[in-house]
């Protein structure tokens, strides 16, 4: 009997190409908790994930490989065939860029300055079709070559159109459609235009199931349900019935790929980056954070809250060091590119403030390097995430799986981590510097028993659902 086949939908691939000097393609599997629950199902079934090439040698593969496929082109992709979409760059910039990342992502996130932005003209309708013909694309190919009766796992807020795509042609399929973002509230997603509103909504309701990684995230989509379809929404068994059909509400929370961090972080470059760190800093408590510039991770107020703990304590001036790595994202938003700007300065006014000869209380890298990362979650004594709103937030479950000797977590009650973190967790409202600030002292004078206690309890919860179970339980859903 032929296996069961899979099909798996999202803008960033489970492989990525490059160039080398000598014109040859090179290829790197990707990470995440996606890549990783999905290389437990790939062995069960014909698997085939579909996603968009992201660059000039991405292009290259895809137009190489027969319908697209790269295993087909040679390339060993780790037993799961991929088809990279070739999407016009104007289309994608609209549709990525724009929309995605620059709309939906500002409303999930509830990011906008709402006296100037935002404001939906025609501008916004053109990139809008872009938006929609590049979700017909994603359905496009998914549909070539796909099986009677197929699994479909639709992935994230760039591809909210594509089930109902693919329900309007398939009807055996069997769809889902996660999110990984937080969904907004019917008071703040009603700033998007009407019609736009409900094509979102139906584009999702074309799935049998839908997940979100917070019960909170999967409440506001069934207000949202209520508010602009006028669907039934039974809130004892989370359904929500439109258009003749049930669709179930799940909330799947993912958890931190244990085996997979602890082995990384156990190879040399990890090493070598703690090694240099801790000479760096010498035997100074840490407080370590890890992020993207990204507006919602809130990074200038987490730095903000430093300058006032050092303000309100001197007696840590010398004793602690505070790493902060901010790795660059969205570089084409201006307002990511302005926020940048505002971490690097606020972070030079804190050093020029409290450092001396002999101490630099801050250290920030705002580049990429995840052996460093490691490095950091391993001296970890006070691991600090703000974020002001963020779907689930890795890096909270990261670090106390990585800990040495156990760190104290600093965690906003916005992120879907505080769901299942909170109790042992040093919970705080992002947007009250003094509470954070407060906070921090607080956790760097725990006492190491407790803090090593409850870093232990962190730890277990963080991962309690492994990627492998977080992803197979969706497809189990599916009957």
Sequence with gaps: MDKAQILVASNRGPVSFSIDDDGA???????????????????????????????????????????GRLDRAGFDVGGTSVRMLDIPPA?????????ANSTLWFVHHMLYDTPNKPGFGAEFRAEWADYRAYNTAFAEG???????NARVAVQDYHLALVPRMLRGRRPDLRISHFSHTPWAPPEYFRML???IARELLEGMLGADRLGFLSRRWADAFLRCCETFLRADVDWDKRTVEYGS????VAVYPLGADAEGLRERAAADDVAERRA???ERVGDRRLIVRVDRTELSKNIVRGLEAYREMLRDHPEWHGRVTHLAFAYPSRGDVPEYREYTESVLRVAKEINEEFGTDSWTPLILEVNDDYPRSLAAYRLADVLLVNPIRDGMNLVAKEGPVLSDDGCALVLSTEAGAADELGAHALLVNPYDVSETARALHTALEM??????????????QATAVSPQRWFGDQLRALG
Excluded: K, M
């Design 91 to 99: 289309t994608f910039a609209n549709a990525y860029t724009s929309v």
């Design 276 to 278: 240099a760190l801790r």
């Design 447 to 460: 006492p190491a028993e407790e803090r090593r206690e409850r870093s232990a309890h962190l730890a277990e």
């Design 193 to 195: 235009p009407t019609d």
């Design 245 to 248: 059909r049930v669709i179930g």
């Design 25 to 67: 393609l090179r290829h790197r599997r990707g990470g995440g908790g996606l890549v990783s629950g999905l290389s437990s199902a790939a062995a069960q079934a014909d698997t085939l994930w579909v996603c968009a090439a992201l660059s000039d040698a991405d292009r290259q593969a895809a137009s190489r490989a027969p319908e």
């Design 142 to 148: 998914l549909l070539t070559g796909s099986a009677d």
